[in-house]
């Protein structure tokens, strides 16, 4: 629905369309500035009928980075490949109340492979064990039930739940090219260090999405008002410099507006503000999201 | 490059960004009317080791468009899955001046296979060949080597020329939702006799995508010139009855121009015209194209 109250229709049951610009996508992502979406029709995958899980632990940030590249050069395609450095093992160690293995890795890969043959699942798993031993990975566990998939899972799924109940903190959903990750973690870990606040980073390597997580701890909240805006700037000039974005998922909102210059020059932005001004001339849709006009 | 002269760039080497509207996805498509691309950066995927085609010819369009649904079903992800109608495949067999496997079926399916495992394939190809055979194929052939495989996609690859050597020819672009394949082909059919002129269909039906030829044949100049606005206009009425669109590959263009008002609305079409004018305030990007203004 427009903000006009025109209802309009883009896209529909069938997989390509080049009929006139992409409205559609124009539309995804929009975060409610250009109009409201009352239906959508969505591509669905059958379930696949197996899951197993990977967790592999790596003595360096390098070579889990290294291996990220080399899973998906190796001609399988995983359900996910996700990423926790030293940090958010350790922080979604202390929430747990117990240990995980391997939790004082320098980094850990958990890959969910997925697919209708249990043979075919196999040999994948052989494939990508073969290319993450290849890349220095210290061990290779299997978790091939859901009993066992869950706990393989603990620490990853906790960590997000863990950060929030250490302090104050702040997130942000960093993008760089995959093979940038090390880069990303190290840039990232010197910038905590510089403000004395905790750095936990984890997310989904195989998209380079990583979600840093800046933690409070035991600064004032004084001070911690004061750093967060120049600590989030210069997190977000890291990734941009690295050839990367400055949000994967979440969105712009409000909290990253002041950033969007980083990653869109003027031009663009004015793109922007013409596009809002064409769909919501009486600028009534979410007002003070993405940008401000 | 913008039409003001100013140079921007959108995207980036990452997977994921939802900084902003996705400009991106407006630029691609666009048809050269709101910017000049100079700079693209592709996703690319490593070359499969192995490739496999099989050929599944069907006494009925029903069966061979209920296979298609079946074969994506199945958890098996096929390079391709073509499709010919008999007219297409006779169209072809002509223009080869040989006969082909199974010319006289009414419909035939090209199926294309890659992996990195001959065994994971082999596994694919029987599962592939279960659900083809569970929808009433007559047969399946299997082409294990290049040319083998050359000689099953013969009529298939011939039979965009073989229609332009017969006569005077228009090719539409249509798509539908996979399903609604049968009523397509039948519509069509249905309206080229009406005007006496000779409809192959073929194309990308894994995709719902049909190259819609109508061939002049016998009818007169002056005849043709007549019909072809009305008889396109027909076929784009039943794309879009059936739940499609106008082009799936191929864009507006000018050719296709006259019917975009078939699938995008009063409103939308407004919209165009804004974005237009946005990045293109002086018109002078590949004007006339897609929409006059």
Chains 1, 2 share one sequence.
């Not at 899973?71 to 240990?99: C, D, K, W, Y």
């Not at 750093?227 to 210069?234: D, N, Q, R, Y």
């Not at 990367?244 to 503000?273: M, Y």
Request: hydrophobic letters at 40%; charged letters at 25%; a negative charge.
């Amino acid at each position: 629905v427009l903000p006009t109250g025109e209802v309009v229709s883009t896209g529909g049951r069938f997989l390509k369309d080049v009929a006139g610009y992409n409205l559609t996508q124009l539309l995804v992502g929009s975060e409610g500035t250009l109009a409201i979406v009352t239906r959508a029709i969505c591509k669905l995958i059958p379930r696949p009928r197996f899951q197993k899980s990977l967790l592999v632990p790596f003595g360096s940030l390098e070579d889990a980075a290294r291996a990220v590249g080399e899973i998906l050069r190796s001609g399988v395609l995983p359900q996910a490949v996700e990423f926790m450095e030293r940090n958010a093992l350790l922080t979604a160690v202390e929430h747990l109340g117990r240990s995980v293995p391997h939790q004082e890795a320098e980094a850990q890969l958990l890959i969910a492979l997925d697919g209708n043959s249990e043979d075919l699942l196999d040999a994948e798993i052989e494939t990508i064990g073969e290319a993450v031993m290849a890349c220095g990975a210290v061990e290779v566990l299997l978790a091939d039930d859901p009993r066992r998939q869950e706990e393989l899972w603990s620490a990853r799924n906790v960590i997000g739940e863990a950060v929030k109940k250490i302090s104050a903190y702040k997130e942000e959903d960093t993008v760089v090219p995959r093979s940038r990750l090390p880069e990303l973690i190290r840039g990232v870990r010197a910038i905590a260090e510089k403000y004395a606040v905790r750095a936990v980073c984890y997310g989904h390597a195989g998209d380079g999405n990583i979600h840093v997580n800046v933690i409070k701890t035991s600064i004032t909240e004084e001070r911690w008002r004061e750093i967060i805006g120049p600590l989030t700037h210069e997190i977000f000039g890291l990734t941009v410099g690295l050839g990367g974005t400055i949000t994967g998922e979440h969105g712009v909102g409000l909290s990253q507006k002041d950033s969007l210059g980083l990653v869109l020059s003027r031009p663009l932005i004015e793109i922007h503000h013409g596009i809002k001004r064409l769909f919501d001339p009486n600028l009534i849709l979410n007002p003070g999201k993405i940008f401000d006009l």
